[in-house]
């Protein structure tokens, strides 16, 4: 994992200016997952939008956000990230309830399973070398995907 001197060397701000913004690895991975969440909340807005486009957006995010996701899960215990999961919950659940309204989805299929989902797929694509994200990302969210789909 890099130190944050070595991420402030590629943002190409001082480690003053960034260790003023982000005193910690924690807080600079929270303010990652903060912007990324927040696109992933404009898919409820689309009334097109389906859990497939969010599984797309986040296995992008991930792809872009490795060395973040290790930080967060490292710090699972920190209630600076909590709320994180609160977000992204919200989103799945509307997304999730559209998809099972419109018969894309099985009933059965909870905000939980796809929370899971997820989680397993960023942990995946975080531990692939990056040359080989794209395709290992498409094969996981077409499993995923299969899984949720109504028969």
């Given at each position: 994992m890099a130190p944050l001197s070595s991420v402030a060397k590629l943002a190409g701000v001082g480690?003053?200016?960034?260790?003023?913004?982000?005193?910690?690895?924690?807080s600079l991975a929270v303010a990652?997952?903060?912007d990324n969440i927040t696109d992933l909340e404009s898919l409820p807005d689309d009334p097109e939008a389906t859990l497939g486009d969010f599984f797309n957006r986040v296995s992008d995010q991930a792809m872009t956000s490795t060395a973040l996701i290790?930080?967060?899960?490292?710090?699972?215990?920190?209630?600076?990230?909590?709320?994180?999961?609160?977000?992204?919950?919200?989103?799945?659940?509307?997304?999730l309830a559209r998809d099972q309204s419109a018969g894309r989805l099985r009933p059965d299929v909870q905000p939980t399973d796809v929370m899971l989902a997820i989680s397993m797929l960023a942990f995946l694509l975080a531990r692939t070398p990056p040359g080989e994200r794209p395709e290992t990302a498409a094969r996981a969210r077409a499993i995923l995907w299969a899984s949720f789909t109504a028969p």
């Open positions: 480690q003053g200016s960034l260790y003023r913004h982000f005193p910690d690895r924690i990652v997952f903060d290790d930080m967060i899960a490292s710090e699972s215990g920190d209630s600076r990230a909590e709320h994180l999961a609160i977000r992204v919950t919200a989103v799945v659940q509307v997304l």
